[in-house]
């Protein structure tokens, strides 16, 4: 006689893990449409992208990516930073082919060689780490993850940094931005945080992307950008 097949009965660990894993993915599909907005606003005038969080943000993004899944161990839990990747390339092309962008400064350059800089930093340190210890010691994956956490966390202030041109545009009245991109890139991040804290493994450093350069960032531009009044979307 053959029996019924036993359910799968998956541990509290494995609940959150996978809860984790969804609202991350989740948090990266929500930071695609605050993507596709912004490219909807730009098209239809409403936003000037600034060169220094866009283009010239665009190897910050980078890094910030290479880091935030070294820290994790998880691609799917990195979403959000990978959707970052590809769309702040795709915004920063788009921008430059219609012509839709402001003039980059000296500021937008330094802010570029400082994310350079820490990538190199990170990467040599890391390759040096992995020098020193065999493939199969026991704090290897640990010892790497802190060194990508601390990465992680100095290339936030290069993100921070990125976008005060953005916001000093908006602030004296050059800079032009619609906010409801980025609200829902704010949430997205939000989400994110929400996702870390369901599976939380105690490491403070996980949180430094989502808070700084999605909540504190991208919120700020929202709050100044809803306060300057820019027309409604008319393409």
């Known amino acids: 006689m053959v029996g019924l097949p036993v359910p799968q ?10 809860l984790s894993r969804q609202l991350a993915i989740l948090a990266g599909v929500v930071l695609g449409c605050a993507y596709s907005l912004y490219l909807w ?4 005038k409403q936003s000037t992208p600034n060169l220094t969080t866009w283009l010239i943000g665009f190897p910050t993004a980078l890094v910030n990516y290479l880091t935030y899944t070294r820290l994790f161990r998880d691609r799917s839990r990195s979403a959000v930073a990978l959707v970052a990747v590809g769309l702040t390339l795709l915004v920063a092309l788009y921008a430059l082919w219609a012509g839709a962008f402001t003039t980059p400064k000296w500021y937008d350059m330094f802010c570029t060689v400082m994310a350079m800089a820490i990538g190199m930093i990170w ?34 202030f290069v993100f921070l940094a990125s976008f005060l041109p953005t916001l000093y545009g908006l602030w004296l009245g050059t800079g032009h931005e619609y906010a409801l991109a980025w609200f829902v890139a704010t949430a997205a991040y939000g989400i994110q945080i929400l996702a870390i804290r369901v599976d939380w493994d105690g490491r403070y450093s996980s949180f430094a992307f989502p808070v700084i350069n999605g909540i504190i960032c991208n919120g700020a531009v929202a709050v100044l950008a809803a306060f300057h009044h820019a027309p409604a979307i008319s393409p």
């Open 9 to 18: 009965v998956f541990q509290p660990s494995q609940r959150r893990a996978a």
């Open 41 to 44: 606003q730009t098209y239809g």
């Open 123 to 156: 990467y040599y340190r890391r390759q040096w780490l992995l020098l020193q210890l065999s493939p199969d010691a026991v704090d290897r994956e640990e010892k790497e993850r802190y060194l990508a956490g601390k990465a992680n966390i100095t290339l936030q």
